[in-house]
């Protein structure tokens, strides 16, 4: 496995798992009872369209390249990548308290990119980690 191709396996993972934060971040706003959600709604639209397009990007390099990869997630303490490289498959084990930590960041430098706007809630992750 190249650099290229364990960069675009990370980078999907990442974005992968940060739909899913956006998308239970929503319904816990939904559900919720404060004042002016539709902010933080639309804020987190905006955070899973963002992501969404660039998971769309990455995963057209990836098939230029022939790489495939899908996750398997048991909620347990590790997450599994499946990957297919040009034909040769493999597996790879993620800790999820080191995929949460790599979320949190990476939500922190979506933030950034929207104009350092503040994460406290809803982007901190909870011990769960990848839904």
């Not at 364990?6 to 739909?19: A, D, E, G, P, S």
Request: charged residues 30%; proline residues 3%.
């Amino acid at each position: 496995m190249t650099e290229s191709e364990l960069m675009q396996i990370r980078k999907f993972v990442h974005l992968t798992c940060l739909i899913k934060v956006a998308i239970n971040t929503i319904n816990d706003l939904s559900e919720s009872r404060i004042s002016f959600k539709s902010m933080p709604i639309s804020i987190t639209k905006l955070f899973g369209k963002r992501i969404r397009n660039d998971l769309k990007e990455l995963q057209k390099e990836m098939r230029a390249n022939v790489v495939h990869a899908w996750l398997e997630d048991n909620g347990e303490d590790v997450v599994y990548v499946h990957t297919s490289i040009k034909g040769v498959n493999g597996r790879h084990g993620i800790k999820r308290k080191i995929l949460n930590e790599d979320l949190q960041d990476k939500i922190e430098d979506y933030a950034n990119q929207f104009g350092k706007m503040s994460i406290d809630s809803p982007y901190v992750l909870d011990p769960g980690g990848c839904p």
